[in-house]
Every structure is written in structure tokens, then in C-alpha cells.
């Protein structure tokens, strides 16, 4: 199927990139683009039809939607990528502006070039025509559960494999002082976005069209008007994203762009209102946000809004999004490359100690151009945050100069220092070698070994575990991220700790204490303690662990139930992960006894990876797992899985 699926997927995109893209000059309405002169053009039955939703569009919008704006769009970022507003008299100098003055649909598939300097770019309507092109096809070879998303354009068909209807979220814009720091630069990508609203959308579509997309200077953004040839500008009142539901994909995506040239959110809202459930558009319910923070719907909209459901995945989101993670910003350098140094937040930063070294490891995401630099380098150095730089944490990504970071709480103070730019007032810098850049798809896991530390401002000697000063005081100023919220570890450190575990100068366990569990090929249950659990993405839930073969510190070799129990996860591929309650972390420090021996602790370990949570004492919830990667290190591995599953205790004290 998956062939199949992929094999129907390529021929769609390749007929719409032989039919409307503006970026292939032999594409059909490039061909039209070119024409010089008035005569009939035959158009094809896909062109035909698009162009009706084009047609049909403009005069539903009252001409707010126009695909002729095209030359404008080229000439406002032309200037504005010198740093200059087009005047009006240079904007109404350019010719072949308006759908009505220059085009004409006539029967028979004929479209007749009223202005020869008219130009159509489809841009504006032809994803989500897409989207619906796709869903038609895969019904048409006997799919009845499809979810089709291509940039913020929905359509859906049947249900989830859960059973459930399909749900999608639509995105809350980022503020202002973001929108124009984080776009001012276009080597600085999108931050994540908040959540406002989770839609049921079986059976229907969702289109978006929102100013955070394509920023410009000056808070100028990639829709313009083509009434007044003004490219709408970002601002404390304006609007910002509007979202349209529907049954035809291509017809909301049009309106969702319509809806941003209004500088009025009430006259939009009296705009939808108009068009708004009529059955000869399908359109049946509108979002409106603006810029301070307004939400204008449709009323009855809500009749679509559902609360977070109670299904698996968003357990798992909210399991994961609860997992402590320690702040860092990574910084790397690239003398081949300008700027030379770089900057970002991990909030997965996983620290683990050997033997004979220390490792760590955290995630990125594969559009930062952090990737891009760090796979450039042999090294680079973690900022471990304290809880005064919170702020600093949160969203970084910025240059680095010899003396300041240039961020938008700015400037911070710095130093290079080994070849890296540090933040000074770091709780400690850790300068590492890289190993290896895992590519997990959406993100990748970097895997480095400490080669140096300085501790505060203080650098410490080659290969040393601390000073003294790392006391467990110290440790409470260190950032950690947990839901959505910033703490200090001291918040989160529990007050007594086991006497067995090791002093090191940073707790290796940042995560909670969790048991692996599997069933070896004779059927006898195995489990194991699983270190620095640390969630790399929640969408996909992705997690990372330690997985060593003796915590006890023994030198005599893995144990061989180590062995059978990871040759079982590498074979079987699914297992367990037991997120234990805080009454029983201190006891499961140094879970490795196959033997049954530590009775009170077995009882933890199921006889298969499918089991019910409640039946299990001291178990808050389990996640079922895919391994999807792991990493040798010598001494053990670090597992990255991804999670497919989750049940909870029944006692929500857990």
C-alpha cells in the first residue's frame, strides 16, 4: 500500500507542476503568462477547472482574492529587500493588475487574455486545490481513512486508526516583537507555536492564511491587497491568522487569504457572516485572530471545537511534555561561514558518565541551520542555563559577536573562550567533540563527548568530574523544562536521596527513573533501570535513554541478562517503559535482577509489553514503544524510541 500510496502522491504533484507552477517556464499557465496577444487560449480540463475556482473566488472575495497580484508581490519584495516602500505612483505603474481587467473565461474552456500583460499566479489557491485533488485520487483507489496536510491546507476523509475522528489544531500566532525579530533575518526560522483551538475535521477541510508565514521588513508580509496594491503590514491591531472551514479545500484557501487583506477585524467578521453556510460555497464556519489577541468566530463554531480528547496521543504528549529536561544553549563555529558563530536552545540536554568519559546528547530540529552548522564542525559547546537566564532559554537563536549575544532580550554578555562563544553567566560550559548526528526525520540527536569544562567562570582541568562547589545547593540553580514551564533542579530535586548513588557534579538521572521491560525468547520476564530519560520531540513523541549494561559499577562485563534483554528490544522492536510513582524512584535506582530475587520490584516486570497499568503497584504509567535508533557507546547505548502508546494508573495521585 505504501507504494501504491507514494506512486499516486508523485503523479498528482507532477501534474500540478506541469499545469500550474509559476516555476516551470513549460508549465501551462506560464505558457499563458507568455501569451502577447488576445486570441482564444484552449485550456485543458484541469486548467478549466481551477480557473473556475479562480473566477468564482475573485467574486465571492469582491475581488479581495486576485491571482494577477503577482508583479506586485515581486516588487514589494524587491524594495523591501533593499530596505525601501514602493511608492503608490511606481505600485500603479505596473500593468496587468486585476482579474476582471485582464482575463476572461468564456465557455467551452476557452480563457481569452483581455490585457496581454496580465499575469496569473496561482499561489494563492493552488495548494489547496492540491490537497483536495489528492484526497479524490486516494478515494478513487479504494482509501476511506485519508488526513492530506500541505502547509496549513486540511482535508480529511473517514477516521483515525484509533477510531476516532480526525482532529487537527490550528496554530496561535507568535507576537509581534517575535514576528519581527525572528523574520527580520531570514536565516532564523519559525519558533514553535502555541495551540488555540483542536477541530474535529472528518469529512471536511481547513484552510489558514496567517501574516507569521512570509514576513518582510518592516512587518510587511506576502499578501497584498490587489484593491489598493498594498502588501499588508503586521501590527498591534491587525489581523494576524484567519482559518476557514469547509468542503472545498481550494475555496477556503482562497478566503483565508481574502480574510488578511482587511485592516478591520469587525468588517472581515461581517464579510464571512455574508458568506458564511450558504450552499453554494460549502462554507461553513470562520477563525479570526488578531494581533491583540482577539478570537472573532463564526457563532455555533464551537459545535466543530473539541477539548484536547482523551486519546493515547495526547496523554502521551502530555507524559512527555512532564519529563524534566535541562536548558542549554548549544553554540558552534564555522570559519567558512558568516556569521562564524551561532546559537540555540536545547531543552532535551542529556548528560551521562562513564567510566572514562561523559557524554551528551541533545535534539535539534532538521530546518534550524544549527544543523546545518554543526554538521560542519568537530565541536561545539553547551551553556548549561541557570534559573536567571530563563528568559535567555526559552526561544534563543541568535549570532554571536566577540563580546555579546545578539538576541531579542539584548545583548548578553559573552566570551570566547576555547573556540566557542560562552554565556558567562552559565551555571557550567561544557566544550565537547562531536560523535555522531543522528537523522531521526524531523529532528536529529547529537551525540558529543565532554572534552573540557568550566565551572561558572572557572575553567576546571581536563577530564575532571567537578569541585567541591558542585554540591547539591549548587545543582539547584541549574534551568530544567518541564511542561511547558521553566524551574530551577532545586524544585525538583527530591529530599532525601539514595546514599548509593554517585556523587558526580551533575545528577546523570535528570529524567525520572523509569524500568525497561521486555520478555526474553523463553518467555521469562526481564527489566532494567533506564537513566537521563529525556523527551526529544513531542510530535512524534520521541524519547532518549541510557540503556548500560551495569549501573552497579562492576567491571566484570555486561550481565547477561543486559544482553538478552537488549538483543530482545532490537528483535522484537516493541517494549515497555514503566514511569514509576516518586515513592518508588530510590528503590529502582539500580534495578538489574532477572532473577526475581528483589521481589518487591519484579512484580513491575510483565510477562509481555501489552499489560494494564492499574494492576501494577507504584506504576503512575507505562509508554509502549517502537526502538528506532540506538546509539553504541561502549559502555551501553543510548535508545531512541518512539512511543505508540500510553495507559495511566487509575489513581490520578500518581
Same mark, same amino acid.
Given at each position: 500500500?505504501?507504494?501504491?500510496?507514494?506512486?499516486?502522491?508523485?503523479?498528482?504533484?507532477?501534474?500540478? @507542476?506541469?499545469?500550474? =507552477?509559476?516555476?516551470?517556464?513549460?508549465?501551462?499557465?506560464?505558457?499563458?503568462? /507568455?501569451? #502577447?496577444?488576445?486570441?482564444?487560449?484552449?485550456?485543458?480540463? *484541469?486548467?478549466?477547472?481551477?480557473?473556475?475556482?479562480?473566477?468564482?473566488?475573485?467574486?465571492? =472575495?469582491?475581488? /479581495?482574492?486576485?491571482?494577477?497580484? +503577482?508583479?506586485?508581490?515581486?516588487?514589494?519584495?524587491?524594495?523591501?529587500? #533593499?530596505?525601501?516602500?514602493?511608492?503608490?505612483?511606481?505600485?500603479?505603474?505596473?500593468?496587468?493588475?486585476?482579474?476582471? $481587467?485582464?482575463?476572461?473565461?468564456? *465557455?467551452?474552456?476557452?480563457? /481569452?487574455?483581455?490585457?496581454?500583460?496580465?499575469?496569473?499566479?496561482?499561489?494563492?489557491?493552488?495548494?489547496?486545490?492540491?490537497?483536495?485533488?489528492?484526497?479524490?485520487?486516494?478515494?478513487?483507489?479504494?482509501?476511506?481513512?485519508?488526513?492530506?496536510?500541505?502547509?496549513?491546507?486540511?482535508?480529511?476523509?473517514?477516521?483515525?486508526?484509533?477510531?476516532?475522528?480526525?482532529?487537527?489544531?490550528?496554530?496561535?500566532?507568535?507576537?509581534?516583537?517575535?514576528? %519581527?525579530?525572528?523574520?527580520?533575518?531570514?536565516?532564523?526560522?519559525?519558533?514553535?507555536?502555541?495551540?488555540?483551538?483542536?477541530?474535529?475535521?472528518?469529512?471536511?477541510?481547513?484552510?489558514?492564511?496567517?501574516?507569521?508565514?512570509?514576513?518582510?521588513?518592516?512587518?510587511?508580509?506576502?499578501?497584498?491587497?490587489?484593491?489598493?496594491?498594498?502588501?499588508?503590514?503586521?501590527?498591534?491591531?491587525s489581523i494576524s491568522s484567519v482559518s476557514v472551514l469547509g468542503n472545498n479545500t481550494a475555496v477556503c484557501d482562497a478566503l483565508a487569504t481574502a480574510g488578511l487583506t482587511f485592516t478591520d477585524p469587525q468588517?472581515? *467578521?461581517?464579510?464571512?457572516?455574508?458568506?458564511?453556510?450558504?450552499?453554494?460555497?460549502?462554507?461553513?464556519?470562520?477563525?479570526?485572530?488578531?494581533?491583540?489577541?482577539?478570537?472573532?468566530?463564526?457563532?455555533?463554531?464551537?459545535? %466543530?471545537?473539541?477539548?484536547?480528547?482523551?486519546?493515547?496521543?495526547?496523554?502521551?504528549?502530555?507524559? $512527555?511534555?512532564?519529563?524534566?529536561?535541562?536548558?542549554?544553549?548549544?553554540?558552534?563555529?564555522?570559519?567558512?561561514?558568516?556569521?562564524?558563530?551561532?546559537?540555540?536552545?536545547?531543552?532535551?540536554?542529556?548528560?551521562?558518565?562513564?567510566?572514562?568519559?561523559?557524554?551528551?546528547?541533545?535534539?535539534?530540529?532538521?530546518?534550524?541551520?544549527?544543523?546545518?552548522?554543526?554538521?560542519?564542525?568537530?565541536?561545539?559547546?553547551?551553556?548549561?542555563?541557570?534559573?536567571? *537566564?530563563?528568559?535567555?532559554?526559552?526561544?534563543?537563536?541568535?549570532?554571536?559577536?566577540?563580546?555579546?549575544?545578539?538576541?531579542?532580550?539584548?545583548?548578553?554578555?559573552?566570551?570566547?573562550?576555547?573556540?566557542?562563544?560562552?554565556?558567562?553567566?552559565?551555571?557550567?560550559?561544557?566544550?565537547?567533540?562531536? $560523535?555522531?548526528?543522528?537523522?531521526?526525520?524531523?529532528?536529529?540527536?547529537?551525540?558529543?563527548?565532554? /572534552?573540557?569544562?568550566?565551572?561558572?567562570?572557572?575553567?576546571?582541568?581536563?577530564?575532571?568530574?567537578?569541585?567541591?562547589?558542585?554540591?547539591?545547593?549548587?545543582?539547584?540553580?541549574?534551568?530544567?523544562?518541564?511542561?511547558?514551564?521553566?524551574?530551577?533542579? +532545586?524544585?525538583?530535586?527530591?529530599?532525601?536521596?539514595?546514599?548509593?548513588?554517585?556523587?558526580?557534579?551533575?545528577?546523570?538521572? $535528570? +529524567?525520572?527513573?523509569?524500568?525497561?521491560?521486555?520478555?526474553?525468547?523463553?518467555?521469562?520476564?526481564?527489566?532494567?533501570?533506564?537513566?537521563?530519560?529525556?523527551?526529544?520531540?513531542?510530535?512524534?513523541?520521541?524519547?532518549?535513554? @541510557?540503556?548500560?549494561?551495569?549501573? #552497579?559499577?562492576?567491571?566484570?562485563?555486561?550481565?547477561?541478562?543486559?544482553?538478552?534483554?537488549?538483543?530482545?528490544?532490537?528483535?522484537?522492536?516493541?517494549?515497555?517503559?514503566?514511569?514509576?510513582?516518586? #515513592?518508588?524512584?530510590?528503590?529502582?535506582?539500580?534495578?538489574?535482577?532477572?532473577?526475581?530475587?528483589?521481589?518487591?520490584?519484579?512484580?513491575?516486570?510483565?510477562?509481555?509489553?501489552?499489560?494494564?497499568?492499574?494492576?501494577?503497584?507504584?506504576?503512575?504509567?507505562?509508554?509502549?514503544?517502537?526502538?528506532?535508533?540506538?546509539?553504541?557507546?561502549?559502555?551501553?547505548?543510548?535508545?531512541?524510541?518512539?512511543?505508540?502508546?500510553?495507559?495511566?494508573?487509575?489513581?490520578?495521585?500518581?
Amino acid at each position: 500500500e505504501k507504494e501504491e500510496i507514494q506512486e499516486i502522491i508523485r503523479r498528482v504533484f507532477t501534474e500540478i @507542476y506541469d499545469h500550474f =507552477s509559476n516555476y516551470n517556464p513549460n508549465s501551462e499557465i506560464e505558457k499563458i503568462n /507568455r501569451c #502577447s496577444t488576445s486570441d482564444p487560449i484552449k485550456l485543458t480540463k *484541469q486548467m478549466a477547472t481551477l480557473l473556475k475556482y479562480v473566477d468564482d473566488c475573485v467574486t465571492m =472575495s469582491l475581488g /479581495r482574492f486576485d491571482p494577477t497580484v +503577482g508583479k506586485l508581490r515581486k516588487k514589494w519584495k524587491t524594495e523591501l529587500d #533593499s530596505g525601501k516602500i514602493p511608492s503608490a505612483d511606481e505600485l500603479e505603474a505596473i500593468p496587468g493588475i486585476g482579474w476582471r $481587467l485582464g482575463i476572461s473565461l468564456e *465557455q467551452g474552456g476557452i480563457l /481569452r487574455k483581455l490585457d496581454t500583460s496580465a499575469e496569473i499566479d496561482l499561489g494563492g489557491i493552488a495548494k489547496g486545490y492540491t490537497t483536495d485533488i489528492l484526497v479524490e485520487r486516494l478515494k478513487a483507489a479504494g482509501y476511506g481513512n485519508i488526513y492530506v496536510d500541505w502547509g496549513s491546507e486540511i482535508r480529511s476523509l473517514g477516521q483515525h486508526p484509533d477510531g476516532r475522528s480526525w482532529n487537527t489544531a490550528i496554530a496561535q500566532p507568535p507576537k509581534l516583537s517575535e514576528l %519581527f525579530h525572528k523574520f527580520s533575518d531570514k536565516e532564523i526560522e519559525m519558533p514553535a507555536l502555541s495551540v488555540i483551538s483542536r477541530l474535529s475535521v472528518s469529512g471536511q477541510c481547513l484552510a489558514t492564511s496567517g501574516d507569521y508565514f512570509q514576513i518582510e521588513k518592516f512587518g510587511y508580509h506576502h499578501v497584498i491587497d490587489p484593491r489598493t496594491r498594498q502588501s499588508m503590514q503586521a501590527g498591534t491591531k491587525s489581523i494576524s491568522s484567519v482559518s476557514v472551514l469547509g468542503n472545498n479545500t481550494a475555496v477556503c484557501d482562497a478566503l483565508a487569504t481574502a480574510g488578511l487583506t482587511f485592516t478591520d477585524p469587525q468588517e472581515c *467578521q461581517r464579510f464571512f457572516d455574508k458568506i458564511c453556510g450558504k450552499p453554494s460555497n460549502g462554507i461553513k464556519a470562520y477563525w479570526i485572530y488578531t494581533r491583540s489577541g482577539d478570537l472573532i468566530r463564526k457563532p455555533g463554531f464551537s459545535e %466543530f471545537e473539541q477539548v484536547p480528547p482523551k486519546f493515547p496521543y495526547f496523554l502521551m504528549r502530555k507524559i $512527555l511534555g512532564n519529563i524534566p529536561r535541562m536548558v542549554s544553549v548549544v553554540t558552534c563555529h564555522r570559519s567558512d561561514l558568516t556569521p562564524q558563530h551561532l546559537g540555540m536552545t536545547a531543552s532535551s540536554c542529556m548528560i551521562e558518565e562513564l567510566s572514562d568519559r561523559i557524554i551528551v546528547s541533545f535534539n535539534i530540529t532538521n530546518l534550524s541551520h544549527m544543523g546545518f552548522y554543526l554538521k560542519g564542525c568537530q565541536s561545539f559547546c553547551i551553556n548549561i542555563l541557570g534559573k536567571s *537566564q530563563s528568559e535567555i532559554g526559552e526561544h534563543f537563536s541568535g549570532k554571536f559577536t566577540e563580546e555579546v549575544i545578539q538576541d531579542q532580550f539584548g545583548e548578553i554578555p559573552c566570551e570566547l573562550i576555547d573556540g566557542h562563544m560562552t554565556i558567562l553567566k552559565s551555571w557550567k560550559i561544557l566544550h565537547c567533540n562531536l $560523535l555522531r548526528i543522528v537523522d531521526l526525520g524531523e529532528n536529529s540527536l547529537v551525540v558529543g563527548e565532554i /572534552r573540557t569544562k568550566s565551572h561558572r567562570n572557572l575553567k576546571i582541568s581536563e577530564g575532571a568530574l567537578g569541585t567541591p562547589e558542585s554540591s547539591q545547593e549548587d545543582m539547584r540553580d541549574v534551568l530544567v523544562y518541564s511542561n511547558r514551564n521553566y524551574y530551577s533542579l +532545586g524544585d525538583l530535586l527530591p529530599s532525601r536521596r539514595n546514599p548509593n548513588y554517585p556523587k558526580t557534579w551533575i545528577p546523570s538521572s $535528570l +529524567g525520572p527513573v523509569t524500568l525497561l521491560t521486555s520478555a526474553t525468547r523463553d518467555g521469562n520476564p526481564m527489566g532494567m533501570t533506564a537513566h537521563c530519560l529525556s523527551a526529544l520531540s513531542l510530535d512524534p513523541p520521541t524519547l532518549c535513554f @541510557y540503556f548500560h549494561p551495569d549501573f #552497579s559499577g562492576n567491571s566484570g562485563g555486561p550481565p547477561e541478562h543486559f544482553s538478552n534483554l537488549f538483543k530482545d528490544m532490537e528483535k522484537k522492536r516493541v517494549f515497555a517503559i514503566l514511569m514509576l510513582n516518586k #515513592s518508588q524512584e530510590l528503590q529502582a535506582e539500580w534495578f538489574d535482577d532477572p532473577n526475581g530475587a528483589n521481589t518487591e520490584l519484579f512484580m513491575y516486570v510483565p510477562m509481555h509489553p501489552r499489560y494494564k497499568v492499574p494492576d501494577l503497584p507504584g506504576v503512575a504509567s507505562a509508554l509502549h514503544c517502537v526502538l528506532h535508533y540506538h546509539v553504541s557507546l561502549g559502555e551501553g547505548s543510548l535508545i531512541v524510541v518512539n512511543v505508540i502508546d500510553v495507559e495511566c494508573a487509575k489513581d490520578p495521585s500518581l
